[in-house]
């Protein structure tokens, strides 16, 4: 009797997605030290590189701090939706122009 194999797991299936956070912040270190080396290697100069290494660092910070905090007011807004009776509010009307005055269209007012 052959015995059945188990089968794989997607290759993404292990990572929950609050690891897409840790992921983005990865290749965004690869980038802040692959980005000088191929600047050097095209001939900038080595302050020019390092600058632009603390640049991009900078940015990978801030970007990481808002990521998370953005992960954590999501995580804390759920529980709170789910109290207070779920679901999203409707507005009426159409589109996003409601009401309101509305010209004759496109031409300058003059």
Known sequence: MPVPH???EPPHASNPPQDAV????RWAAF???LVPV???????SLAGAAG????????TAVCRLLLRQSERGAA??????AAAGGGRRHRSG???HRG????GGNTPVG
């Open 38 to 44: 191929v600047l050097l290697w095209y001939g900038t």
């Open 76 to 81: 804390g807004r759920a529980p709170e939706e």
């Open 100 to 103: 309101g005055r509305r010209t």
């Open 31 to 33: 980038s802040c030290v």
């Open 94 to 96: 159409t589109g996003a």
């Open 22 to 25: 840790t992921d983005v912040v």
């Open 52 to 59: 632009t290494a603390l640049g991009l660092a900078a940015v």
């Open 6 to 8: 188990p089968t794989p």
